[in-house]
């Protein structure tokens, strides 16, 4: 998942967002993480073992 646009997103801002919003920063997660599985799976990217090949 070298792609995720905030990946060193800080736990400090995290811890103080709202209960609601960590839910929804956490479902996008998981969207985001099936997402990619399924490109997987069906060829359209390649998996996280094969990208040092690149």
Do not use: H, T
Request: hydrophobic fraction near 45%; charged fraction near 25%.
């Amino acid at each position: 998942m070298n792609d995720w646009p905030i990946p060193n997103f800080p736990l400090e801002q995290f811890r103080a967002l709202s209960f609601a919003d960590k839910e929804l920063c956490l479902a996008m997660i998981r969207a985001y993480c099936a997402e990619v599985a399924l490109q997987e799976q069906i060829g359209l990217r390649p998996a996280e073992d094969d990208l040092s090949l690149y």
